[in-house]
């Protein structure tokens, strides 16, 4: 059974990043109100290259597009159609990017700072701010492409920060790294001339160790921040904060474990990513099928990043070999949510992981 999962995964590997590269569309727009918006943007390892790049995925019509070589991305695109990521060069050094959403229009954002290393870049749904990792221990941030202002010198190495939905706030954890305790969550107001401390709370356990970047996750009103924690107990925590007032929640994880959480409209509900590599729909309103299968790990493998549409009808996740070592190491899947017993379909291999585009119009 292994060797065949074996076989599998090396024929996915080998073939369908083939198969993306070559239905890509080269087109480019001169006018940003004709640039296909596309449904999901992924990063991924082409074949015969050391350098990753970015492509636009549209499922109605499966026709994936290269928009941008060498590029490592981390967050969707903004409302305005902009996209942000980090160059990496044969030399060493790195650029954090920004341009239009079909990948024209490419401008270096800090070019002048002298940042030994650029670890991500995330860009705000509004199009206003990016949040830039350097150094290993820094987060900045950077107000329409030219104001830059360093929010810590004590950014928890190995973690994501996260734009709230309506881009006016920032979360993130300070310490150490995402091994040791303390740890401290941390959310800034940025909508004024100079961003503004809403809260800072010590978290009542460790960050959930996961491969690639342990994330934060808002709600959808952005009131509340989630993340998952792990104390010294048998049971992972989901925990929920708000910046405003003394608000905080714990609901305990018993059993498979919790390495990533996304909440959904209904109170009590989430998607969680158990330690198994499973994906469960938990709903702690009930008790007797408080547990609801999403998609179920091989076994071999372990799926990281989930994501839902603006819909809810679907879910997008990157699933990881665990004797694949690379972060380009996982396959692209989606999965309909409103089917049930649903099979999740493939979309690309040699994939770190993918966003949907939410103002998709």
């Not at 920060?161 to 881009?167: E, I, K, L, M, T």
């Not at 706030?169 to 969550?185: C, H, M, N, R, V």
């Not at 509900?269 to 008790?287: A, Q």
Request: overall charge negative; glycine content about 6%.
């Amino acid at each position: 059974m292994k060797g065949w999962w074996q076989i599998c995964k090396l024929i996915v590997a080998g073939i369908l990043p083939v198969v993306l590269i070559l239905s890509c569309d080269p087109c480019r727009y001169d006018d940003i109100n004709s640039i296909p918006e596309g449904d999901i943007y992924f990063n991924a390892l082409p074949v015969n290259t050391n350098e990753p790049s970015i492509f636009q995925i549209d499922l109605n019509q499966f026709n994936p597009r290269e928009i941008i070589k060498n590029g490592r991305l981390y967050s969707p695109p903004s409302r305005d159609k902009k996209l942000v990521f980090v160059r990496d060069y044969p030399t060493g050094s790195q650029d954090v990017i920004l341009s239009n959403i079909d990948g024209t229009n490419q401008r270096i954002i800090g070019e002048s700072y002298h940042w030994y290393s650029r670890d991500f870049a995330l860009i705000s749904s509004n199009g206003m701010f990016i949040a830039i990792g350097a150094n290993g221990k820094e987060l900045w941030i950077v107000r329409n492409e030219n104001t830059f202002i360093k929010l810590t010198n004590n950014f928890c190495k190995g973690t994501l920060p996260a734009f709230s939905p309506d881009g006016t706030k920032i979360a993130f954890i300070e310490g150490k790294d995402i091994y040791t305790s303390p740890q401290t969550l941390v959310i800034y107001y940025l909508a004024t001339d100079q961003p503004q401390m809403l809260c800072k709370k010590d978290l009542p356990g460790q960050i959930v160790e996961i491969f690639g970047e342990p994330t934060l996750s808002w709600s959808k009103d952005g009131a509340l921040v989630y993340c998952s924690l792990e104390n010294k107990e048998t049971f992972d925590l989901i925990y929920a904060t708000s910046f405003e007032g003394s608000y905080e929640r714990t609901w305990e994880v018993e059993f498979i474990g919790c390495g990533q959480v996304i909440p959904t409209s209904q109170e009590n509900v989430f998607y969680i990513t158990g330690r198994d590599g499973s994906i469960w729909l938990v709903n702690f309103n009930e008790l007797a099928k408080r547990y609801q299968f999403i998609s179920q790990s091989s076994g071999f493998s372990y799926n990281l990043f989930p994501m839902v549409d603006k819909n809810n009808s679907y879910m997008l996740y990157t699933r990881f070999y665990r004797d694949e070592m690379s972060i380009f190491g996982g396959s692209l899947e989606v999965v309909s949510l409103q089917e049930k017993n649903a099979k999740p379909k493939i979309l690309c291999s040699n994939v770190y992981r993918g966003f949907w585009n939410i103002y998709k119009k």
